[in-house]
Structures are given as C-alpha cells and as structure tokens.
T-cell receptor
Framework: AQTVTQSQPEMSVQEAETVTLSCTYDTSENNYYLFWYKQPPSRQMILVIR??????QNATENRFSVNFQKAAKSFSLKISDSQLGDTAMYFCAYLNPNFGNEKLTFGTGTRLTIIP | DTGVSQDPRHKITKRGQNVTFRCDPISEHNRLYWYRQTLGQGPEFLTYFQNEAQLEKSRLLSDRFSAERPKGSFSTLEIQRTEQGDSAMYLCASSFSRNTEAFFGQGTRLTVV
C-alpha cells in the first residue's frame, strides 16, 4: 500500500521569507501523480501544485515550486515570498491513476503559519 | 457552476441516529469521491464513483455506511446507528477524469454526542 509521510506537523515563517515543506512517500509503482493541497482555516481544500512522476522537470506555479526526487521518493514544496494568505494546512498527496485504484492518499499535513 | 457543494455544513446528532449527507459535484465531472478527515489528520478515502457505478470502497466503510450516486449526478452518504467515533469532517470531491485535479467541497462536519 502507498503511504505518504509529512514529518513537520507545524512550521512558521516571517512574511516574505521562503519556506520548504517536506514530504516522502512509498510506492512500488512507476507511474503516479503527486500533489500539494492547501486547506485554509474553515475553508475547502484547493490544489496548489501537481507533479507527474514521468516528468523530470519540477513543477512550478508562481511562488510555489516542488523538488521532486523520484529515486529518493521525496516531494518537497517551496513557497517563495510567503504571504499572510499562505497560512493554512498543507497536505501532500499521492495518486495511482490506474483504473480502479484512483484514490488520493494524503499525508498528515503541515500547519503553516505566516507571521506578519 | 460554483464548484462542489455539500449539505449540510454541520450536523450534530445523538449516538444511534441515522444521518445522511449530500454532495453535488461539478456538473461535467463523472468521478465523485468521499473522504473522511479527523482532527489533525489528512483525509482518508472512503469510496468513489464513476458516473453511477461505485468502483471502490475502503475498509473504513463499515456496513453502517452506504453511499449512492443515482443517475451519476449528486451523491449521498448515509451513516446508520452513528457512533462517537464517526465524528469527523466528511469531504466530497469530484474530477473530470482519473488524471485530472480533484475539486473538493467545504465538507460536512459531523458531531455525534
């Protein structure tokens, strides 16, 4: 079974600083997807960034980028120029896209607080 | 289309009562997922549908839980004879295909007293 581990329960950084959230996963599959989801307080979960395992290039979305190390099964999220609105729970998630096994497997999350 | 909608947002029920939650996915999405999230944890998969067919159920989904998606549109999740351990946030998500982004609703928070 696939597992996702987030070893940082809580982090805090000053506004405008850069922060990196860690995620490791375990799978025997070669083709899969990885995601970072953001869950603000009392609001719905939204996708921050996704990475296809077959792509060597790290995904980037504006201030958000990932460091995908397939051999090490590591998938960290870097947030540059952090903003107050980045305060949220961040979940790393894994998806096996094979038919009949399409569920997201989430880590336990990292609570990120941006300090003004 | 305003996204994935869940109703109710909050539900308090007495132990032993039955509860039903509803999820309305994004209209063109054929896949619909239910997850459960307890405090301090990430969401855990419960079940998913492709159109009206329920394709997978987690072992977390005991025989007290049932989910339906009639006509491949909205879905309902029913919990019979609720227990205190059922207290959690129940999240619904939908996606267009298995390779595309899943959009989440705001969830239904269930408290069993």
């Amino acid at each position: 079974a696939q597992t996702v581990t987030q070893s940082q329960p809580e982090m805090s950084v000053q506004e405008a600083e850069t922060v990196t959230l860690s995620c490791t996963y375990d799978t025997s599959e070669n083709n899969y997807y990885l995601f970072w989801y953001k869950q603000p307080p009392s609001r719905q979960m939204i996708l921050v960034i996704r990475q296809e395992a077959y792509k060597q290039q790290n995904a980037t979305e504006n201030r958000f980028s990932v460091n995908f190390q397939k051999a090490a099964k590591s998938f960290s999220l870097k947030i540059s120029d952090s903003q107050l609105g980045d305060t949220a729970m961040y979940f790393c998630a894994y998806l096996n896209p094979n038919f009949g096994n399409e569920k997201l497997t989430f880590g336990t999350g990292t609570r990120l607080t941006i300090i003004p | 289309d305003t996204g994935v909608s869940q109703d109710p947002r909050h539900k308090i029920t007495k132990r032993g009562q039955n509860v039903t939650f509803r999820c309305d996915p994004i209209s063109e999405h054929n896949r619909l997922y239910w997850y459960r999230q307890t405090l301090g944890q990430g969401p855990e998969f419960l079940t998913y549908f492709q159109n009206e067919a329920q394709l997978e159920k987690s072992r977390l989904l005991s025989d007290r839980f049932s989910a339906e998606r009639p006509k491949g549109s909205f879905s309902t999740l029913e919990i019979q004879r609720t227990e205190q351990g059922d207290s959690a946030m129940y999240l619904c998500a939908s996606s267009f295909s298995r390779n595309t982004e899943a959009f989440f609703g705001q969830g239904t928070r269930l408290t069993v007293v």
